[in-house]
Every structure is written in structure tokens, then in C-alpha cells.
């Protein structure tokens, strides 16, 4: 996680290459698990989780959703830092 | 084997009293020794009598004789089962981390206060009934808050005086519940209680104050993030988790907690998402965990129950770890804004790493403590056909991976580059963190050691392919989203900002709706005296004018008005006499 290279003040991350391979390889494992929908048989209780991709696309979409209505509700919500502390 | 009848409270309260005596290396000796001598007593030598049978009808174990007669009313301060023993376990092991993660704390008063915290919250759980349950539950209330006001600034202190004006009512509610149940069932013995009349909706609602149900939930996200460094450490452990223990013995299958629950699960994630504190983040994912837990209670099958306690234990480390990552960084740093921080692993990688930890236990991966108790709740609510139920809390387990597994750690410690530079945490914090993140990880792949402490029959399993699968599928791609939303400039940035939640009502428009009737009384007032004043002074321009006037009343007695008065009052009477 840590790669110090200590004194010269260059860490794993402000390389942009070892993010993007890392990002790389997240993509890639997010392929797999896809996938594997296709291959293993699953056990269910019910009958969406059967329907190949439910977990994936249900934890993408939720998310998605997630943000963009906090976004939103930022818009009604969202006051000052010291809204609290001084009076109207 | 020998049966202690030391009730496990009483330990941390003479520790309470030697902290004010002691200082330097002996004071922090007997503020390690007492939860780690007390936890070891409470494994070795207290076995629960009877093993809980049932699930909503818990069957109390005979108790141990450990009581105490106040005015005549016996207190219960050693009700000893599965249940009790379990967040006995468990408050025992967050008191020793909390404690070396403040070691370096020089505050005799943080020190006593949450030394009275913990074993208040330790009395609790083994009190037998509601009066003693009701001690306790006042005195969590008035030791934490001085971990609260210890921060010294001036929002602290009114936050804290909130906070206590809630626990208060909390206590109050508890208080009048308890009493009325006496009155109708003759008992004060805490068992089943149920929603049944008004002492079970009173008791009802004074655990829900301190679960942080929904519209009650303000004092948590508004006092816990104004807390100590090491405060807040201690109050995400104990109170909240001590109502899930109340809820689960006194309301186990009470379907209304289902939808209470699903509630709390979901709405604090929208919270979390935009929220700068990162120390407020994590109370609202807090709610979102105690969400899961109520709708274990709620369902109330023996795999759901169990599943509600398990997450109680696996909660209160993991959420140590973070407040404990959070707070080692506010410590060095002195700020816990996402907007200010970022790059931190540079300075802080042991920091960063027990935080991942942390993120990946609440995230429920398999492999860390979350998921082996998570798992429990969902097989629950989908084995009872709770299928909505399930949608939410699957949505609420995207939504925590995404603010506390992804969020807290990225704009801590990676993110870009914030510039600041500081030390690793001290040694101490460094070391409460390894004892957490190593829990984490071992309750984690061994659940087994877990499940054997859980109180009800349990015949359950999370590591299947299946299983860790569809959970692996939904974490990989919530993060996915993380990083599109992210890349594509939609992930909402972290902000200087203040979020309106429910205490905006008692905070903002309680005190305007005040200041503004007392300006319209005024008003009131002002506007009827001029309407009076005027009145009277027409009235006497009137009088003046009439040559009466120079008999007016009381400017001269002369008695030719006298006469005159009189002659009218009389003539009134006859009138009056005559009409009646």
C-alpha cells in the first residue's frame, strides 16, 4: 500500500501509472465476478438472485442512485459551515 | 467450578475512585488492569445457569444472589445468561481498547468519567430489573457526557448539554415505564416486555432515544463527532449498544422494529455521503449498523436474533477502529474534515492501514468480522420472506461500503495530496488499533469462536461459495461505481458545510418560533396599550367637554357629586330590583 521510497518524497500513488494498473486490475477482478454469475451455481432463496448479474447490477445501480440523490439533497440540506453557531 | 458473585460493574467504579488518587504509571496500570482483570473474571469464573431456550419468550436464568436492598426495594445486579454474558464479553474488551488508545490522556476527569461510562454500561447489562437497568442507565448518561464537554470549545459543550437533555428524557421515559409495569404486572423483573399498554410504549421509546431511531437519532450525529479525540471512541462502543441489548431482551419480534430498522439502515447513507466530518460520517453509518441490528431483533427468529447480537460485537470493534483511526488522525492533524485532509497514508500508513481494516470489517467483506455477521441478518429477512426488508438492507450494505469502506479512507488517507505531513499516531493508539483490527480479522475467519458465544441455537455457515460471491459481487461493483461516478466529476465534493437533520427543529426553529411569539406578544401588547391609552383618552375628552366634568370624580370631594353618585347607584338598585 506504502511503497516509501523514503527520502526522495515519491509515493506509490503520485505515480499515475501504478494507479491506473491498480485500477486495471480492479477492473479486470469486476470481470470475473461477472462472469463467474454464468458459471457457478448459486443457491438461492430467491428467485431474483438467480437472475445472472442481480448482485452486480444491483450494488452499481444503488450506488449510482445513492450519490446522485444525496446530491440533490445537498441542494435543500446544505448550509453553512457556522449555520449553527451564529444567529439570523 | 467456583461461582463468582462479583457483580462486574463494581470493579470499573473503584477504579473510578483509585484514578482520582493515583497519577503517572499507577494510574495507568489500574485503568488496564480493571477491564482486563474484569474480563478475564467474567470468562473464567461466571457461567451462565441456564442456557436461552426459545426465542421470544427468553427464559431468564436463575439469577446469581448478588443484590442490594435500597429502601426496602432488592436491586438485581447479577442476572447472568447467554445474552448478558456476550455484551458483558464485549463491553469488557471495547473498555480495554478505548483505555490504551487514551492512555496517553493526562485529564483525571476524561479518566474517572469513562472509567463510570463503561462499568455503568457493564451494570446494565446484567441488571435484573428495571430499576437497577434504570440506575445504570442514568449514570451512562451523566459520566459520558463529561467525555463530551472535555473537548473545552464552546460547541461541544452546548452539543453536550443536548446530548444530556436527551439521555435524560431517555432515562425519564424509562423511569415512568418501568413504574406503571409495576403497577399492572406486579414485577419489576426485566424480561420479555412487548408493546402492551402504556409501560411497554414508554420503555419502548426510552430504548428507541438511545438506539438513535429514526427522528430521535440528532444527539448521536450531533454530539459524538464534538467529542474528545479518545471521547468519541468511548461513546461509539457503549450506549447504543447497550439499547440494542435492552431492545433485543425486552422487545425480541416485534415486527414494528423491522420497519424501524429498515428505516435506520437506509436514510443515514444518503447523510453520509455528503457529510465533510468524517467523524460525523461515521455516527451516520452508526445508525445504518444499528439499522441492521433492530431488524434482527425485529424479525425475532433464533438466526435473527443471533444475528442481531453478533453484529452488536462485531460492530462495536470494528467501529473502535475506525473512531480510533479517525481520532489518531484529528490527533495529529487537529481536523477531520474530508475537504482539508487527503495523502495521509504518506505520514500515517499504520493509520491508514488499521482504518482499511476497519472500512473492509464494516463493509461486511468475507474474510472480516462484518461479513460473518452481517450474513446472519440477510439470511434471516430472506428465509422469513421479507423481501422488501431485504432489498433495503441489500441497498443499506452497498450504501455503508460506499461512505464508510470507500469514502472515510479515501479522503483521509489517499484522495489528492493535501500537503500535510505529520507523524505516525503514538505508540499507545498504535497498539489499541492492532488489538481491534486483529479481532476484526480473527472473528472474521474463525466465526465459529463467535457463534459458539451467541445465546440462541445456531446452525449457520456464511462461508459458501454463493454466498461470498453474490457479496463480493455487490462490493466490487459499488466500488465500481465509486470510481465511474468519480471519474465522470459526479461524486459530490467534500464541502464546508453544515447538513440539516432533525436537530434543525429544536436547534433553529424551536428557538426562532420562540423569539418570534415573544416579539408578537410584545407587539400584542404594545399595539392593545396604545388602543386602551386612546380609548381612555377620548373618553376623557368626552367627559371634559360636558359640563358634569366639574363635578369629575375625586378631583375635589364636592359633595354635590357625592350626592349625585349616590342618587344614580340608588336609582340603579331600584331598577335592577324592580327588573329581577
Not at chain 1, 65 to 72: F, Q, R, W
Not at chain 2, 34 to 53: A, E, I, K, R
Not at chain 2, 503 to 517: E, F, H, Q
Not at chain 2, 537 to 543: E, G, I, Q, R
Request: proline share 4%; glycine share 8%; charged share 10%.
Amino acid at each position: 500500500m506504502d511503497n516509501k521510497h523514503n527520502n526522495d518524497k515519491t509515493y506509490f500513488f503520485d505515480n499515475p501509472r501504478n494507479v491506473s494498473l491498480l485500477l486495471r486490475v480492479f477492473y479486470v477482478l469486476c470481470g470475473i465476478l461477472f462472469a463467474a454469475d454464468f458459471i457457478v451455481h448459486r443457491h438461492t432463496v430467491h428467485p431474483w438472485e438467480s437472475f445472472p448479474g442481480f448482485y452486480a447490477l444491483y450494488g452499481f445501480v444503488a450506488c449510482v442512485l445513492l450519490v446522485i440523490i444525496a446530491k440533490e439533497i445537498r441542494k435543500v440540506l446544505m448550509r453553512k459551515e457556522d449555520y449553527y453557531d451564529v444567529d439570523e | 467450578m467456583w461461582m463468582s458473585n462479583l457483580p462486574p460493574f463494581l470493579p470499573f467504579f473503584v477504579a473510578a475512585l483509585l484514578v482520582l488518587v493515583t497519577r503517572g504509571y499507577l494510574r495507568s496500570i489500574i485503568l488496564i488492569a480493571t477491564p482486563l482483570l474484569g474480563g478475564l473474571h467474567l470468562w473464567f469464573d461466571v457461567q451462565p445457569f441456564v442456557p436461552m431456550v426459545a426465542t421470544d419468550t427468553l427464559v431468564t436464568a436463575k439469577e446469581l444472589s448478588s443484590t442490594a436492598n435500597i429502601l426496602g426495594y432488592t436491586l438485581e445486579f447479577m442476572r447472568v445468561d447467554k445474552l448478558s454474558l456476550l455484551f458483558g464479553y464485549l463491553f469488557h474488551i471495547a473498555a480495554l481498547m478505548a483505555i490504551i488508545f487514551a492512555l496517553h490522556v493526562r485529564d483525571t476527569t476524561q479518566q474517572v468519567a469513562s472509567l463510570l461510562y463503561a462499568g455503568s454500561a457493564i451494570g446494565a447489562v446484567f441488571a435484573g430489573d428495571l430499576i437497577t437497568l434504570f440506575l445504570f442507565w442514568e449514570g451512562l448518561a451523566l459520566s459520558s457526557v463529561f467525555l463530551i464537554w472535555a473537548r473545552g470549545t464552546e460547541r461541544a459543550t452546548r452539543s453536550g448539554i443536548r446530548y444530556l437533555i436527551f439521555q435524560v428524557i431517555s432515562g425519564v421515559l424509562l423511569l415512568a415505564g418501568a413504574l406503571i409495569y409495576y403497577d399492572q404486572n406486579g414485577t419489576m423483573a426485566f424480561n420479555y416486555i412487548g408493546l402492551e399498554g402504556a409501560a411497554g410504549w414508554l420503555i419502548f421509546l426510552a430504548f428507541g432515544v438511545k438506539c438513535a431511531f429514526p427522528l430521535l437519532h440528532s444527539w448521536l450525529v450531533d454530539a459524538y463527532p464534538e467529542a474528545t479525540t479518545t471521547g468519541s471512541v468511548f461513546l461509539s462502543a457503549f450506549s447504543t449498544k447497550l439499547a440494542v441489548y435492552a431492545l433485543a431482551r425486552g422487545y425480541p419480534g416485534t415486527e414494528l422494529l423491522i420497519y424501524i430498522g429498515a428505516t435506520m439502515a437506509c436514510f443515514p447513507i444518503f447523510y453520509a455521503v455528503i457529510e465533510n466530518d468524517l467523524r460525523r460520517v461515521l455516527t451516520y453509518s452508526m445508525i445504518n449498523q444499528l439499522g441492521f441490528m433492530v431488524v434482527g431483533i425485529g424479525i425475532g427468529t433464533a438466526l435473527a436474533l443471533n444475528g442481531a447480537v453478533a453484529h452488536a460485537f462485531a460492530h462495536v470493534i470494528y467501529k473502535s477502529l475506525l473512531f480510533m483511526s479517525m481520532g489518531a488522525v484529528l490527533f495529529r492533524v487537529g481536523n477531520i474534515n474530508g475537504s482539508d485532509l487527503g495523502g495521509l497514508y504518506k505520514s500515517m500508513p499504520w493509520t491508514a492501514t488499521f482504518c482499511i481494516i476497519g472500512a473492509a470489517s464494516i463493509s461486511a467483506f468475507p474474510l472480516f468480522s462484518g461479513f460473518v455477521a452481517k450474513s446472519l441478518i440477510m439470511s434471516a429477512a430472506l428465509e422469513d420472506g421479507y423481501n422488501i426488508i431485504w432489498l433495503m438492507l441489500l441497498f443499506a450494505a452497498a450504501g455503508v461500503f460506499h461512505h464508510a469502506g470507500i469514502k472515510i479512507p479515501y479522503f483521509a488517507f489517499f484522495h489528492h495530496d493535501s500537503g500535510i505531513r505529520t507523524q505516525e499516531a503514538p505508540t499507545n493508539m498504535l497498539i489499541a488499533m492492532t488489538i481491534a483490527a486483529a479481532l476484526c480479522l480473527f472473528i472474521g475467519m474463525q466465526p465459529q469462536y463467535l457463534y459458539a458465544l451467541l445465546p440462541w441455537q445456531l446452525d449457520y455457515w456464511p462461508y459458501d461459495v454463493s454466498h461470498v460471491l453474490a457479496q463480493l459481487q455487490i462490493l466490487f461493483f459499488s466500488a465500481l461505481a465509486f470510481v465511474w461516478l468519480n471519474k465522470r466529476n459526479m461524486y459530490p465534493p467534500e464541502l464546508h458545510s453544515t447538513n440539516l437533520d432533525v436537530d434543525w427543529l429544536y436547534r433553529k426553529l424551536l428557538p426562532a418560533t420562540g423569539k418570534s411569539s415573544i416579539n408578537l406578544l410584545n407587539s400584542f401588547n404594545t399595539l392593545s396599550l396604545s388602543v386602551v391609552r386612546r380609548t381612555a383618552n377620548s373618553v376623557k375628552k368626552v367627559f371634559r367637554a360636558n359640563s358634569l366634568s366639574q363635578y369629575h370624580l375625586s378631583e375635589s370631594w364636592p359633595t354635590g357629586s357625592m350626592v349625585l353618585w349616590i342618587g344614580i347607584m340608588l336609582g340603579g338598585y331600584l331598577v335592577m330590583n324592580a327588573w329581577f
